[in-house]
Nanobody, 114 residues
Framework: QVHLVGSGGGLVHPGGSLRLSCAASRSIVSIDAMGWYRQASGKERELVATITRGGSTNYVDSVKGRFTISRDTAKNTVYLQMNNLRPEDTAVYFC????????WGQGTQVTVSS
């Protein structure tokens, strides 16, 4: 089991930036994959970005070129750098990890509004 703590959400104007963090309770070196989902009000949860144990990354098309997922294995933390934010990025963002099980962090609210 991995305990995940997500943080970094907030209110930002369109075009602004935020960095989400997902801190794990143990080493993330052996974790198969970690990443972020988001869920906007009234919509289904959507996979936003993933990073694998080997360092490969994937993004949903709507965030490509704007979001970057990365990890710091020394800090057992995965980050989601979000630039050029749009109102449609407004959602609760959840980090996850995949080992033998999927573990979820608590959500962090991101609101993009003028």
């Amino acid at each position: 089991q991995v305990h995940l703590v997500g943080s970094g959400g907030g209110l930002v104007h369109p075009g602004g930036s935020l960095r989400l963090s997902c801190a794990a309770s143990r080493s993330i070196v052996s974790i198969d994959a970690m990443g972020w989902y988001r869920q906007a009000s009234g919509k289904e949860r959507e996979l936003v970005a993933t990073i694998t144990r080997g360092g490969s990354t994937n993004y949903v098309d709507s965030v490509k070129g704007r979001f970057t997922i990365s990890r710091d294995t020394a800090k057992n933390t995965v980050y989601l750098q979000m630039n050029n934010l749009r109102p449609e990025d407004t959602a609760v963002y959840f980090c996850y990890s995949d080992t033998d099980y999927r573990n979820w962090g608590q959500g962090t609210q991101v609101t993009v509004s003028s």
